[in-house]
């Protein structure tokens, strides 16, 4: 398994979560690890990606100030903790390979094809 996420679940409005992904040495070496997610009807959005060999990091606007990104190198895990948590955060969330250069330049969008399963966040009152 190159890359496994885990921490979906139902909450309600404002609470929190946080969501993992472990990646295969590979792709930690070469690859940075983005967040992406899909709700239903909508198109797939890149929430925040980070590189492994900087400290660059991407969030969407629509997360920005309520999640954080960071990574542990000794685990090749990447972290989201979501705080605040919207409606609107509901959809299944996915680790990916993302690239590395797009992170440094400000962008975050999968690169490489590689695709953890996907994680429900479901948040509702």
């Known amino acids: 398994v190159q890359l496994q996420a885990s921490g979906g679940g139902l909450v309600q409005p404002g609470w929190s979560l946080r969501l993992s992904c472990v990646a295969s040495e590979f792709i930690w070496e070469y690859y940075a690890i983005g967040w992406f997610r899909q709700a239903p009807g909508k198109e797939r959005e890149g929430v925040s990606c980070?590189?492994?060999?900087?400290?660059?990091?991407y969030y969407a606007d629509s997360v920005l100030g309520r999640f954080t990104i960071s990574r542990d190198n000794d685990k090749n895990t990447v972290y989201l903790p979501m705080n605040s948590l919207k409606p609107e955060d509901t959809a299944v969330y996915y680790c990916?390979?993302?690239?590395?250069?797009?992170?440094?330049?400000?962008?975050?969008?999968?690169?490489?094809?590689?695709w953890g399963q996907g994680t429900l966040v479901t948040v509702s009152s």
């Open positions: 980070i590189s492994s060999s900087d400290d660059r990091l």
């Open positions: 990916a390979t993302a690239s590395k250069k797009g992170v440094q330049d400000g962008t975050c969008f999968p690169h490489g094809n590689w």
